[in-house]
T-cell receptor, first 116, second 107 residues
């Protein structure tokens, strides 16, 4: 009965390193979303999965960002060769269906990434 | 211009006051969401509406589809209502978020 969980909660890394951020959605939720939130801003859409299929990755800033959800449950957002501008809060959310916007999304606590 | 605009950006109130936060959107939507972001960072969904009005406790959300405008009202505000309130326009599966309104309710 747990909510959406994310790990790690905080990640400090040096510029140029790769990072992997994990999201564990609510059990049984079909849809999973990744967002990025800069300080003082609202979340910004990155990518969306329906089961294991990545149906929209239009929000990923560039090809250093990738995401997967191989078994339709846990998802990983990977940032390669991190840059300081990647520093932000990365949140994931899940919803039971997600095919329509008339559905509540449940947000995880986020991973705060700091790139030095 | 952002697709979702909120006003005010910051709002300070005294306990007991009636609060209104406004949201205007320029995109077509199937639903408008209001969310609350706690000081600790967690985000909780408050309302999802596509027409009319919804009420939950001291919170009321309204939407005017023709004018592409929504409001979130808090009656008898309390210091524990202090948070960032975010509206998001929903189209298909995608949410477009406003920047949020920082509400501070003083005792």
């Amino acid at each position: 009965g747990a909510g959406v969980s994310q790990s790690p909660r905080y990640k400090v890394t040096k510029r140029g390193q790769d990072v992997a951020l994990r999201c564990d959605p609510i059990s049984g939720h079909v849809s999973l979303y990744w967002y990025r939130q800069a300080l003082g801003q609202g979340p910004e859409f990155l990518t969306y999965f329906n089961y294991e299929a990545q149906q929209d990755k239009s929000g990923l800033p560039n090809d250093r960002f990738s995401a997967e959800r191989p078994e339709g449950s846990i998802s990983t957002l990977t940032i390669q060769r991190t840059e300081q501008r990647d520093s932000a809060m990365y949140r994931c959310a899940s919803s039971s269906s997600g095919q329509r916007a008339r559905e509540t999304q449940y947000f995880g606590p986020g991973t705060r990434l700091l790139v030095l | 211009k952002n697709e979702v605009e909120q006003s005010p950006q910051n709002l300070t109130a005294q306990e007991g006051e009636f609060i209104t936060i406004n949201c205007s959107y320029s995109v077509g939507i199937s639903a408008l969401h209001w969310l609350q972001q706690h000081p600790g960072g967690g985000i909780v969904s408050l309302f999802m509406l596509s027409s009319g009005k919804k009420k939950h406790g001291r919170l009321i959300a309204t939407i005017n589809i023709q004018e592409k405008h929504s409001s979130l009202h808090i009656t008898a505000s309390h210091p524990r209502d202090s948070a960032v309130y975010i509206c998001a326009a929903g189209s298909n599966y995608k949410l477009t978020f406003g920047k949020g309104t920082l509400l501070t309710v003083n005792p």
